[in-house]
């Protein structure tokens, strides 16, 4: 019996928790504003934090997106033009949609695998598994 408690403690460690709160996703909007001809979001950090990804590979995805080079500094993103943010926060809903929200179910509770050089978006909450079309 002291063997499966530890078994069941050991699995309850490794298993990802989803959460159960029903209250829609929604990514914080965009805050910043431009300077000469740079554009600067200022609340990188917390949109990056919500969507539990990693900053640069956000990032990467806007900048590919948006066809602008720019760099990370701190908890901000630079962007080498002048965009509406109206204009990032389409993109970064975009990002969202490929990247974290399921497609079976619509909640945000997946996470990326790879699997014979092919990635997948595992969703935690019911199971499902599909292609990533983005390859960054």
Known sequence: ?????????????TVKVVGTGGKRFEVPKVEGHVSGKNTFITNF??????????????????QKELAVS??????RLILKTKL??????????????EF???PVCGKPDTEIVSEKSV?????????????VKYHL
């Not at 720019?70 to 908890?75: F, N, T, V």
């Open 84 to 97: 509406s943010s109206g204009r990032v926060n389409e993109k970064i809903e975009k990002y969202a949609k």
């Open 119 to 131: 990635k997948y978006k595992h969703c935690l909450a019911c199971g499902a598994k599909s292609p």
């Open 1 to 13: 019996m002291d063997d499966y408690e530890k078994l069941l403690e050991k699995a309850y460690t």
């Open 100 to 102: 974290i929200i399921c």
């Open 70 to 75: 720019g760099q990370l500094r701190g908890s």
């Open 45 to 62: 950090a917390v949109i990056v934090s919500y969507l539990r990804k990693d900053a640069a590979h956000v990032a990467k995805f806007l």
